[in-house]
């Protein structure tokens, strides 16, 4: 089955990198995202990285794949305060199941102090 | 008009009553998701709408009947909910569904059920 995995809770102080990982389980997942959440919002769509690539950059952020692990990681730099919110990782479901339905992952709330 | 717009922002209704919750956008995305995220928790897929038609209903209750009348609007109608229902319900719209495709999120109805 497919299951996506985050730690909980990640704080840092404003100016340092934040660094929050992803396991996933599925496969065939070709695609995989990073949302944000702020307090009482829907969910913003950061960034993404197809499987094939190993790394991304944008701006303050950076995606980094390890597909044998299955690992998946998003990279703050420089994090500020209203980088303060919920950050989900997400697959999209693969193979013979192409119906972009997305399995989440618990979230991470990053709490950036001053 | 990149933006996908929800109605109500909250709604509160008792378990006997009959509401409808709406989703919009104008991007000409032809998939259309519902998802249900209960607090501190991840959204949960119910409902997928590809070319107005209804693809994916993961098990849903029959007190949640979703409708697609055209390409721009989605509707959720809630009928005899339960108090557990209660839950932010966020809609979401791609160009299609299928992987690699980004989901952009509205803001969400916040529902409380008495």
């Known amino acids: 089955g497919e299951d996506v995995e985050q730690s909980l809770f990640l704080s840092v102080r404003e100016g340092d990198s934040s660094v929050i990982n992803c396991t996933y389980t599925?496969?065939?997942?070709?695609?995989l995202y990073w949302y944000k959440q702020e307090p009482g919002a829907g969910l913003q769509l950061l960034t993404y990285?197809?499987?094939?690539?190993d790394m991304k950059q944008d701006q303050r952020l950076t995606v980094l794949l390890n597909k044998k692990d299955k690992h998946l990681s998003l990279r703050i730099a420089d994090t500020q305060t209203g980088d303060s919110a919920i950050y989900f990782c997400?697959?999209?479901?693969?193979?013979?199941?192409?119906?972009?339905?997305?399995?989440f992952g618990q979230g991470t709330t990053l709490q950036v102090k001053p | 008009d990149t933006e996908v717009t929800q109605t109500p922002k909250h709604l509160v209704m008792g378990m006997t009553n009959k509401k409808s919750l709406k989703c919009e956008q104008h991007?000409?995305?032809?998939?259309m998701y519902w998802y249900k995220q209960k607090a501190k928790k991840p959204p949960e897929l119910m409902f997928v709408?590809?070319?107005?038609?209804?693809?994916i209903n993961e098990s849903v209750p029959s007190r949640f009947s979703p409708e697609c009348p055209n390409s721009s609007l989605l509707n959720l109608h809630l009928h005899a909910l339960q108090p557990e229902d209660s839950a932010l319900y966020l809609c979401?719209?791609?160009?299609?569904?299928?992987?690699?495709?980004?989901?952009?999120f509205g803001p969400g109805t916040r529902l409380t059920v008495l």
């Open positions: 979401a719209s791609s160009q299609v569904a299928g992987q690699g495709t980004e989901q952009f």
């Open positions: 709408y590809s070319y107005e038609k209804l693809s």
């Open positions: 599925d496969s065939s997942s070709t695609y």
């Open positions: 990285i197809f499987s094939n690539m």
């Open positions: 991007m000409g995305h032809r998939a």
């Open positions: 997400a697959e999209s479901m693969g193979g013979s199941s192409n119906t972009g339905k997305l399995i």
